[in-house]
T-cell receptor, first 114, second 110 residues
Framework: DAGVIQSPRHEVTEMGQEVTLRCKPI?????LFWYRQTMMRGLELLIY????????DSGMPEDRFSAKMPNASFSTLKIQPSEPRDSAVYFC????????????FGDGTRLSIL | GENVEQHPSTLSVQEGDSAVIKCTYS??????FPWYKQELGKRPQLIID?????GEKKDQRIAVTLNKTAKHFSLHITETQPEDSAVYFC?????????FGTGTSLTVIP
């Protein structure tokens, strides 16, 4: 099992640019979560999907953020336009839809907006 | 919604001593409680979990206890080692929603 795979691992870009983060969940997992982690705010849930359908996006900070899951093995988180305050580590996690199953996290994308 | 509080935010112990991290939750419907360890620059990794029908679970030097009546659960690390230094997160789960604590930064002093 390769685990949750995220790309890129690091991204540095200038403000105003579009940023796309990618995630491949563990095969057979039907829930996918996007988190943002900062020192100030800790681990924040942005959005999660069940069977490729967005269930709760109340954590998405503003309209500049969007997420999609076109199929069971791929999801993207897009920021357009990016701002310096978006700098953070973004984690993707997945789990099976059985009660009492943990979330498994990817290695994260460290995003720096200059 | 659920509210998870975690204490302390930082903890320093001497190598070989025990460390205890405590979490409280607000919703009695929470039924699954995982603990994650996050080393610097790495992803959170599950280290132990407990379900609401169990009061205690142990895995080598790590144990978790759950008090459903008081709505609190704790992580116990015995015989701490420098490699235990990390940030530890508790979480409470209702259905498919996970609610994370704010983390405890544990430092084990050699």
């Amino acid at each position: 099992d390769a685990g949750v795979i995220q790309s890129p691992r690091h991204e540095v870009t200038e403000m105003g640019q579009e940023v796309t983060l990618r995630c491949k969940p563990i095969s057979g997992h039907d829930y996918l979560f996007w988190y943002r982690q900062t020192m100030m705010r800790g681990l924040e849930l942005l959005i999660y999907f069940n069977n490729n359908v967005p269930i709760d996006d109340s954590g998405m900070p503003e309209d500049r953020f969007s997420a999609k899951m076109p199929n069971a093995s791929f999801s993207t988180l897009k920021i357009q336009p990016s701002e310096p305050r978006d700098s953070a580590v973004y984690f993707c996690a997945s789990r099976k839809s059985i009660n009492g199953q943990p979330q498994h996290f990817g290695d994260g994308t460290r995003l720096s907006i200059l | 919604g659920e509210n998870v509080e975690q204490h302390p935010s930082t903890l320093s112990v001497q190598e070989g001593d025990s460390a205890v991290i405590k979490c409280t939750y607000s919703d009695s419907a929470s039924n699954y409680f995982p603990w994650y360890k996050q080393e610097l620059g790495k992803r959170p990794q599950l280290i132990i979990d407990i379900r609401s029908n169990v009061g205690e679970k142990k895995d080598q030097r790590i144990a978790v206890t759950l008090n459903k009546t008081a709505k609190h659960f704790s992580l116990h690390i015995t015989e701490t080692q420098p490699e235990d230094s990390a940030v530890y997160f508790c979480a409470a789960s209702i259905g498919n929603q996970f609610y994370f604590g704010t983390g405890t930064s544990l430092t084990v002093i050699p």
